[in-house]
Nanobody
Framework: VQLQASGGGLVQAGGSLRLSCAAS????????MGWFRQTPGKEREFVAA????????YYLDSVKGRFTISRDNAKTTVYLQMNNLKPEDTAVYYC????????????????WGQGTLVTVSS
């Protein structure tokens, strides 16, 4: 499975971006999917996850109410709508396929996209 993340860019604080993660084939439709982010010198951090049916979502506390994860299994694509962005949201964002274990742990994910850079200016 290959995951292709896109949609990053430069935005002012308070702005919005929508990230997309497209899978190379349909195997992701039966797996939960997640978004993580990473800044230089820091551990990769959980941001959001969505169950394979799309009926359950999980978020990092600091993004609750601002970010929304969704999926389109027909298109094998997962989205991360990010509103009211803050400078501290600046990071490289990665999507990943969940395999087993806690949705909040990066060790529970197998395939990773290449990352897309989000930069939020103040």
């Amino acid at each position: 499975v290959q995951l292709q993340a896109s949609g990053g860019g430069l935005v002012q604080a308070g702005g919005s971006l929508r990230l997309s993660c497209a899978a190379s084939r349909r195997t992701t439709s039966n797996n939960a999917m997640g978004w993580f982010r990473q800044t230089p010198g820091k551990e990769r951090e959980f941001v959001a996850a969505i169950s394979w049916r799309g009926d359950r979502t999980y978020y990092l506390d600091s993004v609750k109410g601002r970010f929304t994860i969704s999926r389109d299994n027909a298109k094998t694509t997962v989205y991360l709508q990010m509103n009211n962005l803050k400078p501290e949201d600046t990071a490289v964002y990665y999507c990943a396929q969940h395999i087993s274990g806690s949705y909040y742990s990066k060790e529970a994910y197998r395939y990773w996209g290449q990352g897309t850079l989000v930069t939020v200016s103040s």
